[in-house]
């Protein structure tokens, strides 16, 4: 299974960003995927998470600022990040999972940069 992220950068405060990741290889049926990150020195959290049937749940951190979707027929999931902090600075790791609950916990993707800095 190969997950393929993309969509980091570098991005002035209260700006936005979209964090794409692609899933491939799986051959199950991806039910939950989901965004964490982690930051220097810190434990990895988790962001956002999404079922295949729509529901999802946040970081109560990124609650009204972040969205997360999902295009099944492309197994891919999506984050938009807008009003970005600088405490949202991080590596973002997508997840995809076969289980039938959040948070997924299963394959990880390689993980893409997010600097939020004026």
């Known amino acids: 299974v190969q997950l393929q992220a993309s969509g980091g950068g570098l991005v002035q405060p209260g700006g936005s960003l979209r964090l794409s990741c692609a899933v491939s290889?799986?051959?199950?049926?991806?039910?939950?995927m989901g965004w964490y990150r982690q930051a220097p020195g810190k434990q990895r959290e988790f962001v956002a998470g999404?079922?295949?049937?729509?529901?999802?749940n946040y970081a109560d951190s990124v609650k009204g600022r972040f969205t997360i979707s999902r295009d099944n027929a492309k197994n891919t999931v999506y984050l938009q990040m807008n009003s970005l902090k600088p405490e949202d600075t991080a590596v973002y790791y997508c997840?995809?999972?076969?289980?039938?609950?959040?948070?997924?916990?299963?394959?990880w993707g390689q993980g893409t940069q997010v600097t939020v800095s004026s």
């Open positions: 997840n995809a999972d076969r289980i039938r609950h959040l948070p997924p916990s299963g394959y």
């Open positions: 290889g799986s051959g199950f049926s991806i039910n939950a």
């Open positions: 999404i079922m295949s049937g729509g529901m999802t």
